[in-house]
């Protein structure tokens, strides 16, 4: 009887290449709830579960709107060029999207969330798939609610890393940390704005600022709600930063530490030495910290608090952070019972509206061969947008505590835009817009006048309407946008969905149509997607038109957006199938 031959095992190398293979598939697959970074060129799945969490800052608690019970929210991790996926399940009793802030959304803009822009709300109990390919972007941006005011608590970091071999255009980070700043309420948020619409004054202001969710020491019971970022000595740190806030725009710094300005909006910049930072909401920036090469036997304060420049009222107070280096053990088993020094930093005054002027200059786009500063050069459309505050008459029989007895408001080019209930990409991709958008909006403001000088007599703005700016496919577009003094001077922060613009120049007073264009930068101006149009001032953007659908541009203080600081752009398709809006998915909400 013959021997049959044993079937030859594996090798050992055949277990570790298929160990390998495991692995890295593995490490592709990301979830919400942790920080696994995958391979490059991935699809990247997570589940934002909308669920209520009761939370406590300053000794007072209450149930918050959050993503999986977090607060701020869970990370969404991608590289240049990654898909991202994200299920949004809502188990809350408010209407729910989620805009993914500063991401192009090319053709995609049915997953751009702003609520009766991009789509319809995400009702109790449904949910909504957003898909989108981030292309062209590498930094910080960050997701948030877009209805209503919940993205007070609803909020997290976009993380997008290079592509897989690509270094970072700077030193190589030992750690990269978020720093995200914004604002604590010891009520709902929902119940301020309802009450600031109904009696048309302003609304009540933030109880604290937080770093991270933390609102720190400086407040009432919050010593252990600090957030404190241990550090080693000799290394670079590169810190994601992203104001969140509300209604705020806020200066931050760290004592005794300089900080090197390396990104504007997931856009890399030329790199510049700065001790404090000014983020208007919804911008970020990355800045790199060195730190010191030996331990200096001390402790140093990071803290927040806003730039102001309206006329209302505001939380004037300041959050803080702690950085501590990591000790040797030795060092700590000697000096545990000593006080370790603490140093503060100076932040500038309130108002400084020169400081947060002269900051905003020094943002230079690398304009280099791999990251060129694409500037259109030649001009299609000029447009021409005063921005700012102003009133609507009270209602008969009916108290109102905004200015004389008025209801504010606010408007682009005196038009106070009003939300349709369906939304607008649909009914533009449907055919469907009369009754819901007109295509009207004025390039130019209907009745010019001083802009900046002394106000006109009648405030009230001219209608509450919702008009759109179309756009053919690949308009090469120049919009200045101009503060007015109607109701006092006031920065406003634009941001633009769907598009990076390039700030080719700003100014105090009234644009000069004639002498200020000679001033524009177009050779490195820096590209963003949130600008802070200065108060008392001006700023011109430029943008190519490459992006069909509609979308929202809005003021990023919430008060203001919520009394109409806001409009839409309408582009249109291209003639090409590239050029397109994609058909909308099957699961897209409904009004």
Not at 440 to 460: D, E
């Amino acid at each position: 009887m013959g021997s049959s031959s044993p079937t030859p095992l594996p090798s050992v190398g055949v277990y570790l290449l298929l160990a390998l293979c495991i692995t890295l598939h593995l490490a592709s697959v990301v979830t919400a709830d942790n920080n696994t970074i995958a391979t490059g060129g991935k699809t990247r799945h997570y589940s934002f579960n909308i669920q209520m969490q009761k939370v406590t800052r300053l000794c007072h608690s209450r149930s918050i709107v959050t993503v999986n019970g977090k607060f701020p929210g869970p990370r969404i991790f991608a590289r240049e060029g990654d898909r991202v996926v994200v299920k949004v399940v809502n188990h809350v009793q408010n209407n729910i999207t989620i805009h993914w802030h500063g991401i192009r959304q090319l053709r995609s803009g049915w997953y751009d969330g702003p609520a009766y822009v991009a789509q319809c709300p995400i009702q109790t109990g449904q949910s909504y798939v957003y898909n989108f390919t981030i292309t062209g972007q590498r930094g910080t941006l960050w997701w948030h609610a877009h209805i209503s005011w919940l993205r007070s608590t609803l909020y997290g970091p976009i993380i997008i890393l290079p592509k897989r071999n690509v270094p970072y255009p700077f030193v190589k980070p030992y750690k990269e940390v978020p720093v995200i700043l914004g604002e604590w309420f010891n009520v709902d948020t929902e119940a301020i704005i309802s009450q600031a619409l109904q009696t048309g004054g302003g609304p009540n202001v933030s109880d604290a600022y937080t770093i991270n969710g933390l609102p720190g020491p400086l407040y009432n019971c919050s010593a252990k709600d600090t957030f404190n970022l241990k550090v080693k000595p000799g290394k670079t740190y590169l810190l994601r930063l992203i104001n969140a806030a509300l209604n705020d725009e806020l200066f931050f710094s760290i004592a005794n530490h300089t900080l090197t300005v390396v990104d504007a909006d997931a856009v890399y910049i030329k790199p510049f030495e700065t001790d404090t930072i000014l983020l208007t909401p919804g911008q970020t920036s990355n800045v790199l910290l060195k730190t010191k090469h030996f331990h200096p036997h001390a402790s140093f304060v990071m803290a927040a608090r806003p730039y102001v420049t309206g006329q209302g009222t505001f939380d004037n107070s300041t959050t803080t952070g702690i950085l501590e280096y990591e000790s040797p053990s030795l060092f700590n088993f000697r000096t545990k019972k000593s006080k370790t020094k603490l140093f503060k930093p100076t932040l500038p005054p309130l108002n400084d509206t020169a400081r947060a002027f002269s900051f905003a200059k020094r943002f230079r786009s690398l304009a280099s061969e791999q990251y060129p500063a694409n500037v259109p050069k030649n001009i299609d459309k000029h447009f021409f947008f005063t921005v700012g505050l102003g009133t609507n008459p009270c209602p008969q029989n009916h108290t109102c505590q905004g200015p004389n007895g008025s209801m504010f408001s606010a408007s682009v080019n005196n038009v106070s835009f009003a939300l349709p209930t369906t939304a607008l990409l649909q009914a533009h991709f449907t055919g469907q817009s009369t009754g819901v958008y007109s295509p009207y909006f004025p390039s130019y403001p209907i009745h010019p006048f001083n802009y900046t000088g002394n106000p006109p007599n009648n405030t009230n703005v001219i209608s509450n309407t919702t008009h759109l700016v179309v756009l053919p496919f690949n308009t090469n577009v120049e919009l200045i946008l101009q503060d007015t003094s109607i109701l006092g001077a006031e920065s406003h922060p634009l941001h633009l969905h769907g598009y990076n613009f390039f700030v080719v120049g700003q100014g105090f007073g009234n644009y000069d149509a004639v002498n200020d264009p000679a001033k524009f930068n177009l050779i490195d101006p820096v590209e963003r997607n949130t600008v802070g149009v200065p108060s008392g001032g001006w700023v011109a953007i430029r943008f190519r038109a490459d992006n069909p659908g509609v979308w929202f541009m809005h003021c990023h203080l919430e008060i203001h957006t919520s009394w109409g600081l806001k409009m839409a752009w309408l582009v249109l398709d291209g003639k090409l199938p590239s050029q397109k809006l994609i058909p909308p998915p099957a699961d897209l909400p409904k009004c």
